[in-house]
Structures are given as structure tokens and as C-alpha cells.
């Protein structure tokens, strides 16, 4: 099973570098596209869009409809739940009358469950005790395959950048990763956000950032040939060995040199 993850586009039609937002988006799409083999699904891990707005929503929809594989997305601390789920309507897996973006996909041999990690009042994440009954109940829901969690922000310390804890407080993190641990059947937990890559574990459970598809936003320093070039992950799940994740670079071939970091199933007894 292959996933291709993308993150933080931040479409927004007024900026200086709109734009160049547009273009990396859709040079983005173009290139999972023509990935060989193909991914079997694509996952938006949220900041689709810059200001919440409908005409963001439109444009972020029109690119997205070019993907060859299915996508799913992710509320973003940027996006807004009401004018994201009008927006992705026709996908149908979005309740529509739910508080919360959150979801599960049982049609892979990993099943994809999307969290909701927005707070009402802050750019950083939360996770309310209602989150985290919604979490046991979608866990709970089909009881035999591994399961891979994304969430818009990462649930555990990124020693790169400003910020280490991008949750309101380590106690919000801390029942988050609880509930993670619930069913000893989450492998993987694929985070956005921070605008850089990062990899650490969450509790027990491996755990990766995406940089951010808009290039003007990154964070970190990349070589000059990169300035204009989106980066976004591809997960491979193997069911012996879990998950291996590739940093692809938009536009450099299907040969092209990318960093692999293996991401190993967690081992039966190790500590939460
Ligand atoms: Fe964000």
C-alpha cells in the first residue's frame, strides 16, 4: 500500500507569492501523478487553504480533482470546518453534521484514520476529552488491521524550530497519545504543520512531519535548485517491515537522489 502525503499548501488569492502557492500545489499533484508505481491514496494533512475562505476552497478543489488516486483531507489551524467540509462534500466521507473533521477509511490494508486537532482560539492543536472518546470509537471500529493516524499538528516534540510542543499544553498531548496507544494497533502517526520535516515516536509509535507544499513557506534551508520545488512524502507499507517513508522533490524524476527513513512497526511490549 502506498500513500502519498502533502501539507500546508495555503492557498490564498491576495498574497504576493499566490501564485507561486497555486503553481507548487499544482505541480505537486502533477507529480504524484506520475509516480511509478501509484500511490493508492492521497492524504491532505490540512492548511489547504491560507484564510478559510469559499474561492480558496474552490481553487484548492479544482487541483486536487487532477489526482489520478482518491484523496482525503485534514482540517488545518488555518482552514475552516464549515467552508472545508462544503468544499469536499462530494467525497462523502465527511459528516455533516459533526463538531469535529474527523474520519476513518477502511478500504487498505492499513486503515486511514484522519484526526481533528484544531483549538477554537489558538494556532496551536487540542484535543478535548469528546476528541478523544471519538478517537477510541473510530479505533474500536474494526478490530484486525494496522492503523495509520494523521493529524494537521504533530503530536509529539519537534526539537527543530521555535516552537518544541505545537499542542496547547503537554497534558492535551499526553491524552492524545493515550488514546493512541489504545489498541496497540496504530503504526504510524504523519503530521503536517511545522513547515519542515521532522521524525520522532509518539509514545511507542513512530511519527513523521511533511514539510509544507507552499514552497515560500518553508522552514529550514534547502539548496538553490530547490527555491521553486515542492517536497512531499510517499509512505510504502509492507507488512512485515511497516512503513518506509521517501521525501520526494517535485519535478526531479522518478530516479531522483530522496532521503528514506525506515519506520518500523512498534514491538509488542514496549512501554507507553
Ligand atoms: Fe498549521
Known amino acids: 500500500m502506498i500513500i502519498a502525503q502533502i501539507s500546508d499548501t495555503h492557498i490564498a488569492l491576495d498574497t504576493p507569492d499566490a501564485d507561486q502557492r497555486i503553481r507548487d500545489f499544482e505541480l505537486t499533484v502533477s507529480d504524484i501523478n506520475a509516480l511509478d508505481a ?56 465527511l459528516a455533516p453534521d459533526s463538531d469535529f473533521i474527523d474520519y476513518a477509511i477502511d478500504d487498505y490494508p492499513v486503515r486511514l484514520i484522519a484526526l481533528d486537532t484544531l483549538s477554537s482560539g489558538s494556532n496551536k492543536g487540542d484535543f478535548c476529552p469528546e476528541r478523544v472518546r471519538r478517537l477510541i470509537d473510530l479505533i474500536d ?28 499544553t503537554p497534558e492535551i498531548m499526553s491524552r492524545l497519545r493515550q488514546a493512541l496507544h489504545h489498541s496497540g494497533r496504530v503504526v504510524a502517526v504523519f503530521s503536517g504543520h511545522v513547515h519542515r520535516a521532522a521524525a520522532g515516536h509518539v509514545g511507542s509509535i513512530p511519527a513523521t512531519v511533511v514539510p509544507c507544499i507552499a514552497t515560500t513557506l518553508r522552514k529550514g534551508e534547502y539548496p538553490a535548485y530547490m527555491k521553486t520545488r515542492p517536497v512531499y512524502h510517499v509512505h510504502r507499507f509492507d507488512p512485515d517491515w511497516g512503513f518506509a517513508t521517501e521525501t520526494r522533490i517535485v519535478g526531479t524524476g522518478p530516479t531522483a537522489a530522496s532521503t528514506c527513513d525506515s519506520i518500523l512497526p512498534r514491538r509488542e511490549g514496549t512501554p507507553v
Open 38 to 93: 501509484a500511490p493508492d491514496v492521497i492524504v491532505h494533512t490540512g492548511d489547504i487553504v491560507h484564510n478559510g475562505r469559499q474561492d480558496e476552497y474552490a481553487h484548492a478543489v479544482a487541483t486536487l480533482a487532477k489526482a489520478r488516486a482518491p484523496v482525503y483531507v485534514l482540517a488545518g489551524n488555518k482552514d475552516n470546518r464549515a467552508n472545508l467540509r462544503a468544499a469536499f462534500a462530494a467525497g462523502g466521507y
Open 141 to 168: 471500529a474494526e478490530t484486525a488491521k494496522p492503523i495509520a493516524v494523521f493529524t494537521h499538528h504533530p503530536p509529539f516534540e519537534v526539537t527543530v524550530g521555535p516552537d518544541r510542543l505545537n499542542f496547547g
